[in-house]
């Protein structure tokens, strides 16, 4: 696999990495928050500041892609990757700004296993986009690629637990629907991972 890169076409990667970067940040700090058992105002807040950057990287990209005649990859590879990646951590705010909405019990246990999952998923994001321009590498960014599919498939399992102890157990009606929401979000999210690494994975396809 090869990139022909000019030196101004290295900023697509730099920016794509700290995109990627800001979503394993924030994938992170949600973790750590509902680790603590805290996910009030300011931990929200937090996570939306994250995603606004994400935006603002996002919307640089494009802004890059619009005056830039030469690329690294195909420009609609490049338009793919930032808006995918700036959709997992759309999901990922919206996740929090719905936890806080609907005051739910952030230390609900498969909450946390699909939280711990989409921040491995993230940091294995990180990874592959951090190394894609690297040609020795390639075998490792499918491994992370990989991995992100194992991860993925494993949301699925704790999506099923998840929604069958919420129907079996919880007998407020109001509160099934909220958590069945949130846990579908959360699927979703990692769903969303998989299909990001599905992008990098093309990219490495057609310049291998």
């Known amino acids: 696999m090869s990139f022909n890169f000019l030196p101004k076409e290295e900023k ?5 990495t700290q995109q990627a970067e800001n979503l394993m940040k924030a994938a992170d700090f949600f973790k750590d928050a509902i680790k603590d058992g805290r996910l009030d105002e300011e931990e929200v807040k937090k996570i939306h500041a994250l995603e606004q950057e994400g935006d603002t990287l996002a919307h640089e990209i494009t802004d890059m892609l619009n005056r830039t005649f ?12 930032a808006n995918q990646l700036d959709d997992v951590l759309d999901m990922l705010n919206a996740m929090a700004g719905r936890m806080k909405l609907y005051k739910l019990n952030p230390t609900d246990p498969h909450f946390a296993q699909f939280i711990d999952l989409i921040d491995q998923a993230a940091a294995a994001l990180a990874n ?3 190394h894609m321009p690297d040609t020795k590498r390639q075998r490792r960014v499918l491994d992370y690629c990989i991995e992100i599919n194992r991860l993925e498939n494993l949301g699925d399992a704790v999506r099923e637990k998840a929604i069958s102890n919420l129907f079996e157990n919880e007998k407020d009606p109001i509160m099934v ?12 999210t990692l769903d969303k991972c998989e299909h990001v690494a599905k992008v990098i994975e093309g990219i490495l396809v057609k310049h291998g």
């Open 12 to 16: 697509f990667f730099d920016y794509l």
């Open 177 to 188: 629907i909220k958590w069945k929401e949130i846990y579908e979000v959360a699927e979703g």
């Open 70 to 81: 030469i690329t690294p990859i195909d420009r609609e590879d490049i338009y793919a990757l």
């Open 128 to 130: 592959a986009v951090k």
